[in-house]
């Protein structure tokens, strides 16, 4: 069973910058994603970045040209570099990975969460 540890969360003010790194244990299956996601309070989960184990990534439009999402495949860990961070970027990020299973995605595991939060 995989299991998500992710770390770097913190607190900075607007314009400011993090990275988030998400260690996978045990090695991941089959064509997969790895990605972020986060939520606020009251709001759903949505996915901030991800990264396909073909190479591929995708943005959510509001972190577009902010963050960038990489991946080290021999050592199971993703990270999310978070540049020019905005007060809207506060939120806990959620780590995930799932599996490509018969033309549908499957989630594998997901992390406990790290806080972000920004200041004005």
């Known amino acids: 069973q995989i299991q998500l540890v992710e770390s770097g969360g913190g607190s900075v003010q607007s314009g400011g910058s993090l990275r988030l790194t998400c260690e996978a244990s045990?090695?991941?299956?089959?064509?997969?994603?790895m990605g972020w996601y986060r939520q606020t309070p009251g709001n759903e989960r949505v996915l901030v970045a991800d990264?396909?184990?073909?190479?591929?990534?995708n943005y959510n439009d509001s972190v577009k040209g902010r963050f960038t999402i990489s991946r080290d495949n021999a050592k199971n860990t993703l990270y999310l570099q978070m540049n020019n961070l905005t007060p809207e970027d506060t939120a806990v990020y959620f780590c995930?990975?799932?599996?490509?299973?018969?033309?549908?995605?499957?989630?594998?595991?997901w992390g406990q969460g790290t806080q972000v939060t920004v200041s004005a």
């Open positions: 995930n990975v799932r599996r490509l299973v018969v033309g549908r995605w499957l989630d594998l595991a």
């Open positions: 045990g090695k991941i299956p089959g064509t997969n994603a």
């Open positions: 990264h396909t184990s073909v190479g591929t990534t």
